[in-house]
């Protein structure tokens, strides 16, 4: 980089940083660049220099130093000695031989158990049992111990006297064992040096002259600009990245499926997430015997204990099609349908409920309508799974409809979406026929997104609806994981600041 072009860029407190450094002799702390450069705050030395060592005019060490000071504990056992040596003496005094109790009278309560384990940790005492009592008796070497001032008891002193002080970690890990003994504390210290390429600046020479550094509104109305120099920009320099605020990245998708089914034609319905099972699974042509019915599958609700149904006409006809077929062509289910079971509320399963309520509203065609919403399954939380989740809902009911058709919508869905290949295979649900599975092909594999397929006779031709209705549930979170590169389904919901700040907006 031409040292003219640098030296152009280089802001007054770098400058102020360059030449206090020379005067220094090339090497200082911030500390002692701030007392000999005549700045206003220390962090504008250690500012500059982040933006000098950019610029690779110095270079910043940085060094950790461990200091300990006396804890509550501990300027305590200055005073009366660690609780070892105590109990040491004062077996001293018993002619080397004392009971737990004599110990007991003689030291803090609190002290005794602790006391204990570091004489036998030491190797300063036996512990046996005499008769009913526990006696403790010094051995040799802890007889020698006391009159010895042990490692432990110098530290002590030395930082009653020196308040703050560096020692090897080892020689106090069994006072930092120790609760409230000695107090550690790590601070790291920066020594700034000059580069190469730093005294080449220097012999260059630099001044201090009065620049303006940031254009403002005060500075353009003033007419500053005009009569000082202005500090050149260097737009390749380093600086932290800024990020804005902006909807959570699964808002903003659900906004970009709104928009693609509003721009194919569609109408967005809503509904409610307490149902009656009667329109969440009876007016859908789903036994009620079907293993997703038990507990273990749906939430069901204590409150309220059920959900009046008024429409007492069509529950005697959705009873009849479970029956025996109704005035279909089908032979239905072929039990006993209880009246009883439509009114037991429920968070609601899927939002076809939303779509099978507007058709009831709406039997005449033509008609387009979507929903996004969350629905509610017994599942249990892993990376693939949650009990709360979007879906995206959608049918089309018009005449001269076709199976094709649902293909093309759903391939046009996709495609908007970004996924230009996509598959379909056959599949099974209660209140389609024929049912499809759509899958898309992302990262070297297959993933299943969804069903689809013609809401069954069973459940149109009792509403009065003549004409196939397609019909499709798509996962929103899976779709999620797939654009947002993701392998968790959880993480969707955690509140990972970073990922969210750097997510791009789709």
């Known amino acids: 980089m031409d040292l003219e072009k640098t030296i152009k860029e280089l802001s007054q407190h770098e400058k102020k940083v360059l030449l206090t450094l020379k005067k220094l002799k090339g090497k200082a702390s911030p500390a002692d660049i701030f007392s000999a450069g005549n700045f206003n705050q220390e962090v504008e030395v250690m500012n500059a220099a982040s933006w000098l060592q950019s610029k690779k005019l110095v270079t910043v060490e940085e060094h950790l130093k461990t200091t300990y000071s006396l804890g509550k504990e ?8 660690l609780p070892e040596k105590q109990a040491l003496k004062a077996i001293h005094n018993k002619k080397g031989k004392a009971t737990l109790q004599e110990l007991s009278s003689l030291l803090d309560k609190q002290e005794v158990p602790v006391a204990i384990g570091w004489l036998k940790k030491n190797g300063w005492a ?21 009159t010895e001032t042990t490692n432990e008891e110098r530290i002590l002193k030395q930082l009653h006297k020196d308040h703050t002080k560096e020692f090897d970690k080892r020689d106090v890990a069994s ?9 550690e504390k790590e601070t790291i210290s920066s020594t700034i040096i000059l580069t190469e390429r730093g ?51 699964l808002v903003d998708l659900i906004a970009k499926i709104r928009t693609i089914f509003l721009e194919m034609g569609f109408e967005e319905i809503q509904g409610d997430f307490v149902e009656s099972s009667f329109w969440n699974m009876d007016m859908l042509f789903i036994p009620q015997d079907h293993p997703a019915r038990e507990m273990q599958d749906t939430l069901y609700c204590k409150i309220p204990k059920k959900i009046v149904i008024n429409e007492k ?18 032979t239905g289910w072929r039990y006993v349908f209880s009246k009883e079971k439509v009114t037991k509320p429920l968070l609601r399963t899927h939002t076809t409920v939303n779509t ?8 005449h065609p033509p008609c387009k309508v979507f929903s996004l919403g969350r629905v509610f399954r017994k599942e249990n939380i892993d990376a693939t799974h949650l009990p709360e989740f979007y879906q995206i809902e959608g049918i089309i009911h018009e005449e001269g409809t076709t199976f094709k058709q649902l293909i093309g919508i759903l391939k046009e869905f996709y495609r908007r979406m970004g996924f230009e290949t996509i598959r379909f295979r056959p599949g099974y649900f209660p209140y389609t026929e024929p049912s499809m599975e759509v899958d898309v092909y992302w990262n070297n594999q297959w993933m299943e997104l969804g069903g689809s397929g013609i809401f069954r006779p069973e459940v149109t031709e009792t509403i009065g609806i003549k004409n196939p209705v397609l019909a499709w549930g798509l996962g929103l979170e899976r779709l999620a994981m797939l654009k947002f590169g993701l392998t968790d389904i959880r993480d969707l919901y955690i509140s990972d600041l970073e990922w969210l700040q750097k997510k791009a907006i789709i």
Do not use: C
């Open 74 to 81: 501990g300027k305590v056992y200055v005073e009366k000695g």
């Open 126 to 146: 036996s512990i046996k049992k005499e008769a009913n009592s526990t006696v403790l008796e010094l051995t040799a070497t802890g007889k020698k111990a006391v």
């Open 175 to 183: 006072l930092l064992s120790r609760k409230n003994v000695i107090k």
């Open 199 to 249: 005294k080449q600046i220097l012999d260059k020479g630099i001044m201090l002259t009065d620049e303006i550094s940031q254009i403002t509104s005060a500075v353009i109305k003033s007419g500053a600009w005009k009569k000082k120099a202005i500090r050149p920009y260097d737009i390749h320099a380093f600086a932290p990245a800024s990020y804005g605020g902006k909807a959570h990245p």
């Open 313 to 330: 006409d069509l529950i005697d006809k959705i009873a009849k099609v479970h029956e025996t077929g109704g005035d279909t062509s089908s």
């Open 356 to 363: 099978i309520r507007y058709l009831y509203e709406h039997p």
